[in-house]
């Protein structure tokens, strides 16, 4: 019996040292610091950000609208309510050229805004010089709705590949994801969409959800979200102000 398991801990311990070696061989590290899981490519190219390592107890809320007319104006309602002075929210471009007001008005509330891209379609399927043209087109039409240069993008669907980020990078972007998903996009329920983002809120995150019409709960979950993350001691801030001077959490891009 002894040497049975003596026997089955070398071959398990040799199956991990190969599973190691696969993970290196395809490009991919782990690393991990405080707890925080942190996942990058060898190449040490441009990564996408989930969230952030912080030991303070702040979430960004994040806001995407790519359609509709009845779904942004209750959010921002809620968030004046309740006091909310920061979120992020990234727009695709032809959404926000006709709803230039709606536009303005978040911006004079003094939520961030990030681009969403131009078509909303999955990005990965481009070449190139479609994704460069893609992104400038966005980028040219919310800079001039905006006044301001967008430095934040969130891919359609949260599709991307090495290219897609590549190319965003050069154009002075970074690719932001999220870490925790409300799924407020499948309409699931209020209560249900709340429970998950409650649940799995922690310091750093970045949260995803929508104001787009498909997403038929999310103004009526975000008053409850905003309550029970203060009662939890969360403070609320811009993408950019979670990201900043600290240690972003990515994941593998292959």
Known sequence: MNFFWVFSGKRIKRALMIAVAFLFAVGIFYAENKNIQVFFP??????????VNTDKKQV???????????RARPILDVLEQ????KATFFLSSPWAETHPDLVKEIVEMGFEIGSHGHRHDNYSTYNEQQIRTQISKA????????????????????DFDKRVLQVADQM?????????????????????????VVSKAH??????????????????????IIDKLREKGYEFVTVSELIAGTEVQTKPVE
């Open 203 to 224: 310091p750093g995150d970045i949260i995803l959800m929508h104001a787009s019409d498909s997403c038929k709960q999310t103004h009526e979950a975000l008053p409850v």
């Open 82 to 85: 309740k006091g909310v002075k």
């Open 42 to 51: 060898l190449d040490s190219g441009p990564s996408a950000i989930y969230s």
């Open 139 to 158: 980028d040219q039409i919310l800079t001039e709705l905006t006044g301001k240069k967008p430095k934040l993008i969130r891919f359609p669907n949260g």
């Open 60 to 70: 960004a809320l994040t806001f995407d609208i790519s359609w509709g007319e009845e």
């Open 172 to 196: 002075g972007y970074k690719t932001i994801q999220w870490d925790t998903d409300s799924q407020d996009w499948m309409n699931p329920g209020t209560d249900k969409i709340i429970q998950r």
